[in-house]
């Protein structure tokens, strides 16, 4: 596909209607592509964790804690980890991502009273990890190992999701793990999740990194832009990023998912946002729990309470995943 795709309404819209952005398609995966990845996934899972944890007090009746915690390449990370609600034993264990530019504190809006859960921050990210194994947003964190399918920040950034997931399991127990990311999060949780069977369930809120074929004709305010710019002087890198197009990955992905796509957004195009949807919706195995809203990434009125909804809607998510893993134990 050629030619750039203006947003005459400058809403984020760029012209699609619900009806065009339910029939936008996944990329197809390229020659190679499930095969790397499980060749990452079988890598990571033997990286020792190694957590350390740091008591930080309390919050909404959790316990909490700065932990630190090993990656594949030896770097050590910081999140935050808390029990669950007065220290119940967990059913659940959630990996909750965060937004691109990483989070300034944990928050506990979607997450159950009997989930442990572990808020990683990316690399290079947030205040935990500004510079630390890549450059800061502000610095290109997003071009940050572009020229190479295996140094890809992005990349980096989905393999060390898998490695908070080891981290919180050596925490909490053996527990299922659950997935909640957004934006840059739920691009980088729809790239990791289909590869690591502990997860059994995620919810993706507007997420980035879907369908390049697209995303690289549109204009916007995101990190999507930065991308865009650098492709259209080095095409090559549109090779690279093939490997990390989280609309093909969400093809193999074999879990119920939620999946909060937004009409009009102009920091994550809402083609993107569809195509990930819309594999889920097509992929044998999976389920696709869609909810559509009106915006992306700004404040409008009514926000409050289309966001009061989601974080139930999550909780009720999460729980029907588990009631059903229950189910099939028992009937198997």
Known sequence: MNGVIADPAGDGAYGFELPALRAVPPVAPSAGFAERWRAWAAEATRVDPDPRMSPLG???????????????????????????????????GIVHGHGYGGREAPDVDRVP??????????????????????????????????HSIEEYVLGRCAVD??????????????????????????????????????????????PSFGQYDLRLRLPCEGSGERVRAHVATHPEAREVLRFFDASTAATFLRV?????????????????????????????????????????????AGLDEVRTRAFAATRAHIDGVLSRLVGEKENP
């Open 58 to 92: 309390r919050v909404a009746g959790r316990a909490l804690f700065l932990v630190e915690h090993t990656v594949a390449d030896g770097l050590r990370l910081r999140g935050w980890f808390a029990t669950t609600v007065d220290g119940v034993p967990p059913r659940v």
């Open 113 to 146: 009273d009997d989930a442990a859960v572990f808020f990683p921050v990316a690399r290079g990210q947030g205040v935990l990890n500004a510079g630390l194994g890549a450059p800061t947003p502000a610095e290109g964190h997003v071009l940050h190992g572009i």
């Open 161 to 206: 999701l898998w490695h908070a997931g080891s981290a919180l399991r050596a925490l909490a127990g053996s527990v299922p793990l659950y997935y909640v990311g957004e934006s840059f999060g739920g691009g980088i949780g729809a790239l990791a999740l289909p590869w690591d069977d502990r997860f059994v369930g995620a919810t993706l809120i507007v």
């Open 256 to 300: 119920p998912v939620r999946v909060e796509c937004a009409l009009r957004d102009r920091h994550v195009p809402p083609p993107g946002q569809f195509a990930v949807a819309n594999a889920i919706d097509e992929a044998p195995g999976a389920e696709l729990e869609l909810d559509v809203q009106p915006y992306g990434h700004r404040e409008y």
